[in-house]
């Protein structure tokens, strides 16, 4: 049974850092594609970074330069620094996996499994 855990999530203020981590269990994660979603009430959920099988990363625009997506193999995690947060990342974050270990389009239709999603708040 596959599962991802996130945790790590909180209220900051602007300009304040926050650290997710992703407990994987059941899957293998440097063998898929790893990804971080995030997702406000009401809106699509969107690819975030995203971390391929051969470590390539990937961000979106409005993260690059602030968040850096890592994975630790040896302890089967995945983890997401964020940097510079501002009001507009707050949202719930989701750790995701997709078989196959190559991203290709980062729609959330093509992750095979996910976690249940952290809260990330951030006040000015």
């Known amino acids: 049974q596959v599962r991802l855990v996130e945790s790590g999530g909180a209220s900051v203020q602007v300009g304040g850092s926050l650290r997710l981590s992703c407990a994987a269990s059941?899957?293998?994660?440097?063998?898929?594609?790893m990804g971080w979603f995030r997702q406000a009430p009401g809106k699509a959920r969107e690819a975030v970074a995203t971390?391929?099988?051969?470590?390539?990363?990937w961000y979106a625009d409005s993260v690059k330069g602030r968040f850096t997506i890592s994975r630790d193999n040896a302890e089967n995690t995945l983890a997401l620094q964020m940097n510079s947060l501002e009001p507009e990342d707050t949202d719930t974050y989701y750790c995701?996996?997709?078989?196959?270990?190559?991203?290709?389009?980062?729609?959330?239709?093509?992750?095979?499994?996910w976690g249940l999603g952290t809260q990330v708040t951030v006040s000015s």
């Open positions: 059941g899957v293998t994660i440097s063998n898929y594609c």
């Open positions: 971390i391929e099988r051969d470590g390539t990363t």
């Open positions: 995701a996996a997709r078989s196959g270990g190559y991203c290709g389009a980062r729609l959330s239709k093509f992750f095979d499994y």
